[in-house]
């Protein structure tokens, strides 16, 4: 049973093997490049911060494109699994009836389904891996730079949670393929499925895993002298913003207006004496708002909860994985043929 | 006589639909079973029940003296063709006989070999581009070659051209000569049959019509024609399948455990073919009719009679 | 070694028609006495026909003393229908024509002798058996 999923595998085996190793080169190149980049603008950099930025986002715009291309690829990495390796695995044998002629060749079908998950699987899990880690290491200098780790596609193209997409839209073609026994069929709802799912993390359920910290730091000189500005947005409804340092690493997760002491988000006009005719630099104007006890509210999660998050998708995907390849047992045993 | 196959009440039920129902049936090693009924009958379903690719919704088979598909030991000792013998296109001839020699205990890699020579099989050729009758053959080897005690073949001659199909049916009886395998196969046209079984299973409407040896089958029915009369008026011991009559002249199918007695009648013998197509006209809606071996269809032979007036 | 050709569609169990075939090989001459039958496995390679069929037309053969097994080799010829029965139908013969000649004078037609013939034929099979 090995070397019949071996022998049926193993076009689309020499193919992923073909992709891997053309990326694993390009990648191993153009990786110590950046490396080499990044350590020469690090050692001329030691003098102003903000020639140091411009070099070091100079360095990451250079190589925009090819990230860009890459998460591409890692980010359909699973999908394309789930198309093209997983769909087809029993759908394939249940549209041409050969799972008669195999399941007769002494082999239960609770065997032959097995194997056939457990071999491809495998390869499936094994490329998205390496592909992650491949991706991860070439950019992290970039990344680094960059400080945006918790990003839609940053943080959904590196490290483990690839692999989870792997094993779930691996698991997801091959139920699908049982249920609908339709290849065409199976290859369409893996990708509908998967694409759901992805955007559902991406705007509600991520933000949602670990509990957020809330902070309500006062509006007053010591806030300002840190920030990049304060202003009423044009066209806004009059709230006020105070424009915040990149975080280092934290993701800020919701940046409210200015509000007063009960809540409630001030207007421009109510503090336009301190705004417009008043002092000019910031940390005067700081001192300015202060008396009128003003705070503005942060909801974040620390730089700390990366990994959690990322153990956490990545243990729900696999918790999905689980669940469909039981569902596919299940229902072969209880409807045969 | 060790029975092959034992079926008692068994039915196979999709929702509302029988696609099988309350079939008792004894087969016994040893024989070329036909399997015979209309497209939708219930044949591929019998035949799945039997080597396990199906479980029954009620009632009960066994196969070798074992429940069907109970463990790899079991399949191993029955072989199935399905229909349109399915293959794998993008496999040699080779690789299908390595798929074999891998996944069965027993399995004969000389024979199989020797037999796609025979058939002037190229095994590197890859099986998409065989014909149907190359497929079937393979289909065939691949079945044989694991050396089964028992052959269920479904439909397996019915989208063949005649040469491939008499082609088919020559290798299949030389496995029977030389191994004695046991083989049940199903089709809907009874000639495609004839010459190859010696017992007959008639399916129609997922109820077993007929059952029982070909021989005995043919030994105790007769064609009676006679001038026009009830049936009744006949003698006792001559039970009517069916009956026609015109304003002169009956002509009665009938079935008899002894030689029918010479009166004012012509008694004449009755073709396989018409015999299947009587028993499956007629809707006796219960089990099995007169059957030569069958062990219901003993109970069953006090009572027959169906009557079609035309 | 001769072949057999078998109709499904004439009425004649299969069997019986492999004893016939034999039988009219004897009469032609083109089978004699000491001669092997084909075996099982090579009629079954010609014709598409049930193993047990040949082996039943066989056993009739021997129950006529016309063939005897030998376990391990085949099936022989034992008797000729060779000259001697040619000898044996010539009067046969002469006694069939008249009796057509006396049909005929009945105004039996010929569809109606074959009627006659063929149930009086299975009649005294039915008899002696």
Same mark, same amino acid.
């Given at each position: ?8 595998f193993?076009t ?7 992709i @891997?190793?053309?990326a694993t080169?390009?990648?191993?190149v153009t990786?110590f490049q ?6 020469a603008?690090?050692?001329t950099?030691s003098?102003?911060q903000s020639?140091?930025?411009l070099?070091?986002?100079n360095?990451?715009?250079?190589y ?14 699973p999908? &394309?699994?789930?198309?093209f ?28 389904l %097995?194997?056939?998950l457990?071999?491809v699987? &495998?390869a ?6 390496l592909?992650?880690l491949?991706?991860t290491?070439?950019a992290?200098? @970039?990344?680094?730079i960059?400080e945006?780790?918790?990003s839609s596609?940053v943080?959904?193209?590196r490290?483990?949670v690839?692999l989870g997409?792997?094993?779930?839209a691996f698991s +997801?073609?091959?139920a +699908?393929?049982?249920v609908?026994r ?5 290859m369409?709802l893996v @990708?509908?499925?998967?694409i759901?799912?992805?955007i559902l993390?991406?705007?509600q359920?991520?933000?949602n895993?670990?509990p ?8 007053n000189?010591a806030l ?6 304060i202003?009423?947005?044009?066209g806004g409804?009059g709230?006020?913003?105070v424009f915040q ?5 934290d993701w800020?997760?919701?940046e ?5 002491s ?11 004496s301190?705004?417009?005719n008043?002092?000019?630099s910031?940390a005067?104007?700081?001192t300015?708002l202060?008396?009128?006890d003003l705070?503005i509210?942060?909801?974040?999660q620390? %730089?700390d909860?990366y ?5 956490a998708?990545?243990?729900i995907? &696999?918790a ?8 596919a047992f299940w ?7 | 006589m060790?029975a ?6 068994l039915?196979?039920?999709y929702?509302q ?5 309350n079939c008792?049936?004894s ?5 070329v079973v036909g399997?015979?009924?209309p497209n939708?009958a ?11 690719? !199906?479980?029954?919704?009620s ?5 070798l003296?074992?429940?069907?598909g109970?463990?790899?030991? #079991?399949?191993?000792r029955?072989a199935?063709?399905?229909q349109?013998?399915p293959?794998?296109?993008a ?6 006989l390595? $798929?074999?020699a891998r996944l069965n205990p027993?399995?004969n890699?000389?024979?199989?070999t020797?037999r796609i020579a ?5 095994p590197? #050729?890859?099986?998409?581009? !065989? ?5 079937a053959?393979?289909a065939?080897t691949l079945?044989?070659?694991? #050396?089964?005690?028992? $052959?269920? !073949?479904?439909e ?6 005649p040469?491939?199909?008499r082609d088919f049916l020559?290798?299949l009886m ?7 395998t046991?083989v ?7 000639s495609d049959?004839? !010459?190859?079984c010696?017992?007959l299973?008639?399916l129609?409407a997922?109820?077993v019509?007929?059952?029982?040896d070909v021989?005995?089958l043919t ?5 009676i024609?006679c ?10 011991? $001559?039970h009517?399948?069916a009956?026609?009559?015109t304003?002169?002249?009956s002509?009665f199918?009938v079935h ?6 010479k009166?004012?009648w012509?008694i004449d013998?009755v073709?396989l073919?018409e015999l299947?197509l009587?028993?499956m006209?007629?809707d006796?809606?219960?089990d099995?009719g007169?059957g030569?071996d069958s062990?219901?269809?003993?109970q ?5 009679g169906?009557?079609v007036?035309? | ?8 569609r ?15 090989a004897?009469?032609?001459g ?5 001669d092997q ?6 009629v079954v390679?010609?014709v ?10 066989y ?8 063939a005897a ?6 099936t022989?010829?034992t008797?000729?229908?060779?000259q001697?029965s040619?000898?044996?139908?010539a009067?046969?013969?002469d006694?069939?024509e008249e009796?057509?000649?006396?049909a005929?004078?009945a ?5 109606g002798?074959?009627a006659l013939?063929?149930r ?10």
């Open positions: 049973m090995i070397w019949l999923t071996w022998r049926q193993r689309q085996a020499l193919a992923a093997v073909a @891997l190793a053309a080169i390009y990648m191993l990786g950046i490396r080499d980049a990044y350590n603008d690090e050692a950099c003098r102003p020639q140091c930025v070099l070091l986002n360095l990451q715009g250079a925009t494109g090819p990230q860009q291309l890459f998460q591409l690829l890692l980010i359909a990495a999908a &394309l699994i789930g198309i390796w997983g769909a087809p695995l029993i759908a394939g044998e249940l549209e041409r009836g050969t799972h008669r002629m195999t399941w007769n060749q002494s082999v239960t079908p609770a065997r032959w %097995a194997v056939k457990a071999g699987g &495998l499936a899990v094994a490329t998205t891996g592909l992650s491949l991706l290491w070439w992290s200098p @970039l990344d680094q960059a945006n780790r918790f596609l943080f959904s193209t490290n483990v690839p997409y792997a094993a779930f +997801l073609g091959v +699908l393929g049982l609908t339709r290849v065409l069929t199976a369409a @990708l509908a499925v998967f759901a799912l992805q993390f991406a705007t359920i991520r933000t895993l670990l957020s910290t809330t902070v309500a730091p006062a509006v000189s300002l002298s840190r920030a990049h500005g202003d009423s947005p044009a409804d709230s006020v913003y340092p990149l975080p280092a690493g800020i997760q919701s409210s207006a200015i509000e007063d009960s809540g409630r988000v001030i207007s421009d006009d109510q503090v336009g301190c705004l417009n008043g002092p000019t910031l005067a104007i700081g300015c202060a008396p009128y705070h509210e942060l909801k974040y620390p %730089a909860n990994w959690p998050l990322q153990w998708e990545t243990g995907y &696999l999905l994985a689980v669940l469909l390849t039981g569902s229902r072969l045993r209880h409807h045969h043929d | 060790t092959i196959i034992q079926a008692r009440q039915a196979k039920r929702g639909r029988a696609a099988l129902s008792t049936l087969v016994p090693s040893g024989r399997l015979v009924g939708g219930g044949k591929s379903t019998l035949l799945k029940l039997a080597c396990g690719m !199906l479980a029954p919704s009632g009960t088979i066994t196969v003296g074992h429940r069907p109970a463990g790899s030991a #079991q399949i191993s029955v199935f063709v399905a349109d013998a293959v794998y296109p496999l040699s001839i080779a690789d299908h390595k $798929l074999g027993r399995w890699q000389a024979y199989a020797a025979d058939l002037h099989l190229d590197a #050729q890859r099986a998409g581009r !065989l014909s149907g009758g190359q497929r053959q393979l065939l079945a044989t070659g694991k #050396q089964p005690d028992l $052959l269920i !073949l479904d397996p001659v019915a989208s063949l051209d040469l491939a199909r020559r290798q030389q496995d029977v000569a030389e191994h004695g046991s049940v196969l199903s089709s809907h046209l009874i049959l004839e !010459l190859v010696d017992h299973i008639v129609s997922s109820h019509r007929l059952t029982g021989e005995r030994a105790t029915h007769h064609r024609t001038a026009r009369r009830d049936p009744a008026t006949l003698p006792a011991g $001559l009517v399948i009956a026609e009559h304003d002169r002249q002509t199918i008899s455990d002894t030689p029918p007695p009166g004012d012509a013998p073709g073919e299947v009587t028993y006209e007629h006796r809606g219960r099995p007169p030569g062990a219901a269809a003993d069953d032979s006090a009572d027959q169906s009557e007036a035309r | 070694m001769i072949e057999f050709h078998l109709d499904p004439s009425g004649v169990a299969p069997y019986l028609q492999i004893v016939q075939q034999v039988h009219q004897l009469l032609l083109l089978l004699s006495e000491g039958l084909p075996t099982v496995k090579q390679a010609t598409a026909i049930n193993p047990n069929t040949v082996l039943k037309a056993r009739e053969l021997e129950r006529d003393g016309l097994a030998k376990p391990g080799v085949g022989f010829i008797r000729s229908l060779g001697a040619l000898a044996e139908q009067p046969l013969r006694e069939l009796w057509l000649k006396r005929r004078a105004a039996l037609s010929d569809p002798i074959q013939f063929h009086a034929l299975r009649e005294s099979a039915e008899r002696d058996t």
